[in-house]
């Protein structure tokens, strides 16, 4: 099952509409304010040390890679999974200076992470996952979760970042913005009604995926960020 077929969109769908916004997703990506310090925490979360090996699931345009590449060095290996080729295509320009950071086109619920010139690696020489902003675009959140704890095994980190709906008092007006951002952001974007809301169906799915991460997990740190939107859940692996 493609990544595709989880969403629910055909193939043709996702990457029509996932190329058509690569630019503008790209800017917002890189210059929101206060992004930069959530990718560096993302990245600090995965517990790397210089040498290791970091996988990024659905990498979109390549921003978190660099924050990755710094924590392992020039000595470790960064691989980054998305299935877009735009979206690809600026994550490889974005990281072209680096020669042990990878980007490859594959499916984030079946990454291609055997040996081979694309990825260098075997799948136990994992040390850590990222996925930000990712688990709510899956049918089985959860599913995609025990999947990547598998990959890196005991000792290992997986690592969420992902957006919902704020629990903060001041919450109101900012989920309301919230809400207008994930049906803008959900194809088709013509839609007005649905029989679910999207943003309802995130919650559940952003909640389903960082629930088992700590069902998981020997060691959690929980954040959030971005007004609570943001939630952020590293895990060591028991």
């Not at 509409?17 to 800017?27: E, N, V």
């Not at 994992?126 to 930000?132: K, M, N, S, V, Y």
């Not at 675009?137 to 999947?147: F, H, I, R, T, W």
């Not at 559940?204 to 060691?219: G, Q, V």
Request: hydrophobic share 40%; proline share 7%.
């Amino acid at each position: 099952m493609t990544i595709r077929d989880r969403v629910g969109m055909d193939d043709e769908t996702a990457q029509e509409f996932y190329g058509r916004w690569a630019s503008l997703y790209d800017l917002i990506a890189r210059y929101t304010p206060g992004i930069s310090h959530l990718r560096r925490r993302a990245a600090a979360a995965c517990r790397l040390e210089p040498g290791d090996t970091v996988v990024e699931m659905g990498c979109g345009t390549g921003t978190n890679l660099p924050y990755l590449r710094e924590q392992v060095g020039p000595d470790g290996v960064v691989v980054g999974i998305d299935f877009t080729g735009p979206v690809l295509e600026r994550a490889r320009d974005h990281t072209s200076e680096y020669d042990n950071v990878h980007v490859v086109r594959g499916d984030a619920t079946r990454p291609p992470l055997g040996l081979s010139e694309e990825t260098p690696l075997e799948e136990p020489a994992i040390d850590a996952i990222l996925a930000t902003f990712v688990v709510g675009m899956l049918e089985d959140p959860s599913g995609a979760v025990d999947d990547w704890c598998d990959l890196v095994g005991p000792d290992g980190h997986v690592v969420l970042a992902n957006a919902a709906r704020s629990d903060e008092w001041y919450a109101p007006p900012v989920n309301a913005v919230f809400r207008a951002i994930v049906v803008l952001s959900t194809p088709p974007t013509t839609t007005l009604r649905y029989e679910t809301d999207p943003h309802l169906r995130l919650d559940r799915k952003i909640d389903a995926a960082h629930t088992r991460l700590r069902e998981r997990s020997a060691a959690i740190a929980d954040e959030t960020h971005v007004s609570g939107v943001v939630r952020l859940t590293g895990g060591r692996l028991a």
